[in-house]
């Protein structure tokens, strides 16, 4: 199937799994063309013979790796291809490190680092050069709630999304692009099954499904929305998250370490 002019295309990050999966599957619902990116070039391709049997839609399979200068550059060659213009960025691909950040090799949180900051800036970056020439778009940053709080590289990442699509969203609006950090809480996906976190350290009524995530993100962001927060209670939780003095927010007190 060939993509007509007046229709939409999306590209989506780490779009196999999760998230990513979820975002992929509302747009195609909603008639958008699909480009998606993640590692694995046979999930990729399982995946997208589903949507495009489900939803009548075509579906591009893009395999890169995003912590990689060569996987970026094929993501950020697609995304400034104006004869083939996207309409929807989707920055979804992420990692989560379990253990804390001194016993981490440091290589593990450059790519931690590189994946959910570095890689996000130069996709922006390449999706605005033609969404500004076109005088329209939209791009997704999905974030998380953690980024009002304290805990670590990862909320510290998540932090730089939510404060660089802040100033986006205001930067480019006139200019026709929406651009929105999606910020859930936790959610029922492979993330934390990948980190080996314990999901019972997590109360049931905080876990959300990724349908509602992706629902309301999408919705947040067609409305120009620079922030979305699912759900009524993580709205409360990050409100306080932002109030609340730091030592409170940055998990149980460390114990000193002994050289």
């Known amino acids: 199937m060939t993509t007509r002019a007046n229709e939409l295309t999306a590209l989506v990050t ?18 958008h063309h699909l480009v998606l990116v993640a590692r694995d ?6 995946k997208a013979e589903v949507l495009e049997r489900d939803f009548s839609i075509s579906v591009e ?18 995304l400034r291809d104006a004869a083939r213009p996207v309409d929807v960025l989707v920055n979804n691909a992420g990692i989560g ?22 890689t996000p800036m ?3 970056h390449a999706a605005l050069e ?10 997704i940053n999905v974030a998380s709630v953690a980024a009002f709080a304290n805990r670590g590289t990862y909320s510290a990442a998540k ?6 699509s802040r100033w986006a969203n205001l930067a480019y609006a006139a200019s026709g692009v929406q651009i929105t950090a999606v910020c859930p809480g936790f959610t029922h996906t492979e993330f934390h099954d990948r980190m080996g976190m314990d999901k019972s350290v997590a109360p049931r009524f905080l876990w959300l499904t990724a349908e509602r995530v992706v629902r309301e993100g999408l919705a947040d962001n067609i409305r120009g929305k620079a922030v979305s927060i699912p759900t009524r209670r993580y709205k409360v939780v990050s409100f306080f998250a932002r109030i609340l003095p730091a030592k409170l927010t940055s998990g149980p007190p460390r114990r000193p370490l002994v050289p």
Do not use: Y
Not at 71 to 77: C, I, R, T
Not at 159 to 164: C, K
């Open 14 to 31: 780490g779009a196999t799994a999760g998230l990513g999966a979820e975002f992929a599957r509302q747009l195609a619902e909603s008639g």
């Open 41 to 46: 070039e046979e999930r990729l391709k399982a």
């Open 61 to 78: 399979v893009l395999p890169a790796d995003l912590t990689t200068d060569v996987g970026v550059s094929a993501v950020e060659d697609r």
């Open 97 to 118: 490190l379990l253990k804390a950040f001194e016993k981490n090799e440091l290589a593990e949180e450059v790519r931690h680092l590189r994946l959910h900051v570095q």
């Open 122 to 124: 130069e996709l922006c």
């Open 130 to 139: 033609v969404m500004l020439a076109r005088g329209k778009g939209r791009i």
């Open 159 to 164: 932090a730089w999304q939510v404060t660089f």
